[in-house]
């Protein structure tokens, strides 16, 4: 199965760049690219990506607000593809808000071309893109300069998980992966994902990245503390 991409990026050299790698890849369709927001959200409209590469910093429209109109379509229009953040710095203020939103993830620019095929196909597959590595870093960061969080709507979700569940979650927000969860509760790596599916469904969000936002937003971890 070809995976359709599309590069929103306001430096000619960086979507070319970006799109002769990509197209090199025979299970992957560069099928289009745009030099902002506006013109981003306009083309993916148009031609239904299945991931749409975002930078964070753009004339006219940046990718925050980009990302949004996506994600959140309006009425009539049913395409929501998979957005991947591109940012110059690994922690940013329009990175978190935008997994907030949604997006599916985030990827330095620099990084290896490797790392951005690899992201390519990560996010297509409906998996986020956050790293355990940089997870407490990226969220926690800004979670403590944020009010504290309102429990009362969030703790009823967090009702309906089970003890398993909620333990899955927590250490989901501590950045650990799924084989490190597997051998902190001593599971197998299977059955912790199929826990993770069932606190996604349940706590109705749409991949890991925004479930570690909601677990220090709803008060289950608390921003800095240990792993």
Known sequence: MTTRVIIV????????GFAALLAAQSDID??????????GVELSRRTHPDVVLMDVRMPEMDGLEA??????????????PKVLMLTTFDVDDYVYEALRAGASGFLLKDAP????????????AG???LAPSVTRRLIADFARQRPAPRKDRASLRL??????????????????????????????????K??????????????????????????????GSGS
């Open 9 to 16: 990026d306001d430096q000619a050299m960086v979507r070319a």
């Open 127 to 129: 998996e986020a893109l």
């Open 194 to 223: 199929t826990h993770i599916g069932r606190v996604l469904a349940k706590l109705e969000l749409r991949d890991r990245a925004q479930a570690v936002i909601f677990a220090y937003e709803s008060g289950l971890v608390a921003p």
């Open 67 to 80: 990302a949004r109109q996506l994600l959140a379509p309006p009425p009539g229009v049913t395409h929501r």
């Open 159 to 192: 009702n309906g998980l089970t003890p398993r569940e909620t333990e899955v979650l927590e250490l989901i927000a501590r950045g650990l992966s799924n084989q490190e969860i597997a051998e902190a509760l001593i599971l197998a790596e299977q059955t912790v």
């Open 30 to 39: 560069v099928v289009g690219d745009a030099p902002d927001g506006v013109q």
């Open 113 to 124: 071309p490797a790392d951005l095929i690899s992201a390519v196909r990560v996010v297509a």
